[in-house]
């Protein structure tokens, strides 16, 4: 994947998790025992948040020209 930043929130809630919010990104946010532990989730969220998105793009691109993918074994 190329390489994006986003700003990450993170903020300790009353039950004393981590929740980490990525403000730029709908819906995008997770939560942790530890800060750490928010901060590798978060990042994975939003990695496969970005790969859903591009893939949508490239599936619309197809269907709106008649193509689809093909796979190869």
Not at 4 to 21: L, M, Q
Not at 52 to 71: C, D, K, L, M, Q
Request: aromatic share 10%; glycine share 8%.
């Amino acid at each position: 994947m190329q390489g994006y930043e986003f700003t990450v929130v993170i903020e300790k809630d009353e039950d004393g998790r981590f929740v980490a919010i990525c403000p730029a990104l709908q819906g995008c946010y997770t939560e942790g025992e530890t800060e750490e532990e928010a901060r590798q989730l978060i990042e994975d969220a939003i990695r496969l948040h970005v790969e859903s998105r591009i893939a949508s793009v490239r599936f619309g691109e197809w269907a709106n020209h008649g193509h689809y993918p093909h796979t190869r074994d």
